[in-house]
C-alpha cells in the first residue's frame, strides 16, 4: 500500500440483479495526479466514481479515502471527506431552474461564510478562467453543452477542491470543444494543483493529461499505468486495447532487433 | 404457487422497505430542521410563496363554493324542520371541522404536492441530488427542510381562509339568496362554534401539511427506487401521480383517525 495514495479500492464488486458489472476492481489514485480510467463503453467506468463518491454502495469490497471506508463512515464524517471534493458530472448536473451564476455562486453560498461581494468576485473570476464572461445571467437550458460542462468544471472548482473526479468530460463535444474543455482542465490544474480522477475514452489525446492510465475491462482494472508503459504493455488486454483505439504501434526494439 | 409466493414476498419487502425509507426520510428532515445552522430564511419565503401564496386563489375559489354549496343543502335540509335559524352553525361547523381542513389540503396536494414531486424527481434523475450531496451540500437541509417547514406554515393558513371564506360564501347563499334570518345565522355560528372545533381543524390542517409534503417529497426524491422502474420523464410522472393519489387517500385516512380521535 503506498502511503501517497488518497483513494484506495480494494476488490469492489457491484451486482445489479444477476449481473456482476465490476468484479473485484482494486485501484489507487496518488495524491497531485492525473489518473485516467479507459475503457469500452458500458463497462463500468463511471460506476467507479460513483462508488468513490459514496453515491453508491459496492456489494463488497472497500472504498477507502485518505484511508477511512466511505461506507461505513458516519454521515458528517462523509460530509467532511465530499467537502474536499469536486466533480464534474456527465451531463454536467446544472440546477437548470438557477443561472450560470447562482450554480457557481451555490457551493459558496451554502458552505462558506463569504459575503455577497466576495461571492460575486469569486464566481467571475471561475467564469473568466472558463472563458464564460457574459454567460451568468444565462440558464442552463440556454447554453450550449460544451459550455454547460464548462459551467460544471466551474463549479467543481469554486471551492478549491482536493480532488477532483471528471466523469466523460469531453463526451458529445466536437474536437475543437473538447480540445478547449482539456486546455481549462489543464490550465486549472497547474493554477489550483489538485488530485484527478479522469473517466474517458477519448483516446489517445486524454494520455497526454494523464499521469496514469487504467484500463477497466471485463469488471477488473486490468493495470494502472504511466501511459508511456501502458502503450508498450504486454498484457494482452490491455495491448488489444491500445491497437483497438490507437492503430498498431511501432517499436523499434522489439521489431527490429 | 411458488411464484405467487414470491410476488407476494418480493412486493411485501418492496413496501416494508419503501415505508422504511420514507420514515428514515422524515426524521432526516425532522432533524435537518432542528440541527443550526438554520435553513435560510429567503429559501422558506421562497417555498411559502410557491406553496401558500399561489394556492390562494384556487382556496378562495373552491372555498366560496364549498360555503355556498353546505347553505343551500343546509338550508333545504333544515327548512323541512322549520330550524333554518341554525344554518349559520351548520355551516362553520361543517367547515371548521371537517371540510375546510380536507378540502383545502386535496387543494394543496392537487395544485403544489404535484409540483413538489415532479421538482425534486427531476432533481433525482438529472444528477441534481447527487451533486448536491457531492458538493457536501445535505438535500435534507437545501430542498426538503424549507419545503416542510413551508407546508407546515401555509396549509393551517390555506385551511383559514378556506374556511373564512366557505362561511362568507354561506351567508351570501343563506341570508342573502334564501332568506335565513342573518341575526340566527350569526348568533347560532357563535354559540356553536367552540374553540375544541377549531383546534381540532387546526391539528387536522397541521398534520395534513406534513402529510402532503412528506409523501410527495419522499415519492420524487426516490423516483429512482420505484419498483415500476423509475426512469425519466415516464417514471417522474407515474411517480407524481402516485405521490397525488397516496397523499390524496392518506389525508383522508387521516382525517378519520385524527376524527376519532379527537371528537
Redesign the interface.
Known sequence: MNAQSMIQMIDVRKRFGAQEVLKGVNLSIFEGKTTVIVGESGQGKSLIIKHILGLMKPTSGKVLVNGKDINTISRKGLKEIRANFGVLFQHAALFDSMTVFENVALPLRERTKASEEEIRNKVAEMLTLMDLEGSGEKYPAQISGGMKKRVGLARALVLNPKIVFFDEPTTGLDIAKSNEIYRVFFRTQTKLGYTSVIVSHDVPKIFKLADYVALLYNGVIQDCLSPEDFQTSENPVIREFVEKTMGHIYESERMEG | MIRILNTVGELTLYYVNQAGRMGIFLAFVVFNIIKLPYYKISHVIKQIYIIGTLSVFVIVFTGAFTGMVLALQGYNTLSKFGSEGLIGSVVALSLIRELGPVLAALMVTGRAGSAICAEIG??RI???I??L??????PHK?IMAPKFIAALASVPLLTAVFNVVGIFGGYIVGVKLMGANEGAFFTSMYRDVEFADISMGFIKSVCFGLLIVWICAAKGYYVHMERSGGFGAEGVSRVTTSAVVLSSVSILVLDYIITSLLI
Do not use: L
Request: proline share 0%; hydrophobic share 45%.
Open positions: 427531476i432533481m438529472s444528477e441534481q447527487d451533486a450531496e457531492c458538493m457536501a451540500i445535505d437545501y
